[in-house]
T-cell receptor, first 115, second 111 residues
Framework: EAGVAQSPRYKIIEKRQSVAFWCNPISGHATLYWYQQILGQGPKLLIQFQNNGVVDDSQLPKDRFSAERLKGVDSTLKIQPAKLEDSAVYLC?????????????FGAGTRLSVL | EDQVTQSPEALRLQEGESSSLNCSYTVSGLRGLFWYRQDPGKGPEFLFTLYSAGEEKEKERLKATLTKKESFLHITAPKPEDSATYLCAVQASGNTGKLIFGQGTTLQVKP
């Protein structure tokens, strides 16, 4: 079974530029998560989708971050404009549903450096 | 506020030297506690889920335990390939499935 695919693996941009990340979850997984992991910290949830609807975006900086999941499969996360503090690894995860104890499977992440 | 704290931040062991990693949590209704392993440049990889105090799970040299306030990940006779960052996360009450992670413990096992 193929895992969660993310691209690009690395991205370097200057502050105030825009950037987009792509995620393809495990086939059949209805729930998709985007996490931000700053160096030396654990992942922090940015946004969660159930199919193509948003379940939780309470920690998404909506003035600069946006995300969509068209057709309930692939998802993109965009930052516009980027700030220095956005330098982090952006992880995508998926699960079959969002029940108690359900395992989330993570992709390898996109490492973003904002200069 | 739901919170997870892991200790120590970093741990160096000699091969074969057993030890434990700690995960303390404060959560409004625990639906599950998760342990993940993260290698450099990779995403977290699932290890265990624990649901209630007193529960234990084992996998090779790893054993996870759970109390009402904390979880331990015991590593018995570790090998260099066990070197990684170990992340603890809780799933709180509510129906989102959201995980709240600790900052992780970076384990280095020297041969």
């Amino acid at each position: 079974e193929a895992g969660v695919a993310q691209s690009p693996r690395y991205k370097i941009i200057e502050k105030r530029q825009s950037v987009a990340f792509w995620c393809n979850p495990i086939s059949g997984h209805a729930t998709l998560y985007w996490y931000q992991q700053i160096l030396g910290q654990g992942p922090k949830l940015l946004i969660q989708f159930q199919n193509n609807g948003v379940v939780d975006d309470s920690q998404l900086p909506k003035d600069r971050f946006s995300a969509e999941r068209l057709k309930g499969v692939d998802s993109t996360l965009k930052i516009q404009p980027a700030k220095l503090e956005d330098s982090a690894v952006y992880l995508c995860a998926s699960s079959p549903r969002r029940d108690r104890g359900i395992i989330q499977y993570f992709g390898a992440g996109t490492r973003l450096s904002v200069l | 506020e739901d919170q997870v704290t892991q200790s120590p931040e970093a741990l160096r062991l000699q091969e074969g030297e057993s030890s434990s990693l700690n995960c303390s949590y404060t959560v409004s209704g625990l639906r599950g506690l998760f342990w993940y392993r993260q290698d450099p440049g990779k995403g977290p990889e699932f290890l265990f889920t624990l649901y209630s105090a007193g529960e234990e799970k084992e996998k090779e040299r790893l054993k996870a335990t759970l109390t009402k306030k904390e979880s331990f990940l015991h590593i018995t006779a570790p090998k260099p390939e066990d070197s990684a960052t170990y992340l603890c996360a809780v799933q709180a009450s509510g129906n989102t499935g959201k995980l709240i992670f600790g900052q992780g413990t970076t384990l280095q096992v020297k041969p």
